[in-house]
């Protein structure tokens, strides 16, 4: 038990890299939550609105339609800022899987035959597909998602919506459902490119035989 004080004491984590991992984390929380707010605001503002407003006199529908865009527009703002924010801060924290995937997968590899005392051969750079790649994934969620926030932006900028207000919110809605499942295949590509498993350990057979 003493012997291995000083392994733990080796593989302890840094305080900046608790902090920066803390802060990642936060960062993806508040991401996920912004994005369900818009999510779930433009589905209600949409879908429920019309439909709860459909039996009432035309000068109430245009009162609670103003009210619900006044509400759903500090929604918007609320999120698009924050998800911008956050958005920056997850993509420096992981900017090198991005811009450079093979060299993220060989440091990944080194660290790990850091914690193993059975030698390991010398990681090689994967060879990665275009599919593979997470820059590219990221470059499509970071897109279509300003697309989405611009969308969103523009329907609730002024005193008045702009014409055909309910088909643009069911194409946002749309995009949104992109854009959220572009963000999941990041992540997966980014794993699965820069985080390989480490290879083997060189070990001879249990019965100490000597192979030939």
């Not at 006044?70 to 801060?89: H, K, N, P, Y």
């Not at 969620?141 to 932006?153: D, E, K, N, R």
Request: charged share 15%; net charge neutral.
């Amino acid at each position: 038990m003493i012997e291995s004080l000083p392994v733990l004491a080796e593989t302890a984590a840094p305080p900046l890299v608790i902090f920066l991992n803390t802060m990642t984390l936060l960062a993806r929380y508040v991401h996920i939550i912004c994005t369900t707010l818009l999510v779930g605001g433009t589905l209600f503002y949409e879908m429920v609105v019309p439909i709860a407003i459909a039996d009432l006199k035309p000068e109430q529908q245009l009162a609670i339609f103003a009210r619900a865009r006044w509400v759903f527009r500090r929604i918007v703002w609320f999120s698009a800022v924050f998800l911008v924010l956050t958005g920056i801060l997850s993509t420096t924290r992981h900017w090198r899987a991005y811009a450079q995937p093979e060299q993220a997968a060989v440091e990944h590899l080194r660290e790990a035959s850091r914690y193993t005392t059975q030698p390991v051969t010398q990681p090689a750079p994967p060879e990665l597909s275009a599919a593979m790649r997470p820059g590219w994934w990221w470059v499509a969620h970071a897109s279509t998602g300003a697309m989405a926030i611009l969308i969103a932006l523009s329907l609730t900028i002024g005193r008045t919506p702009p014409s055909n207000p309910v088909i643009w919110m069911r194409l946002n809605l749309v995009v949104l459902m992109i854009v959220i499942f572009l963000a999941s295949a990041t992540r997966h590509v980014r794993m699965a490119a820069t985080e390989p498993e480490p290879p083997t350990a060189a070990s001879s057979p249990e019965d100490g035989s000597v192979p030939a």
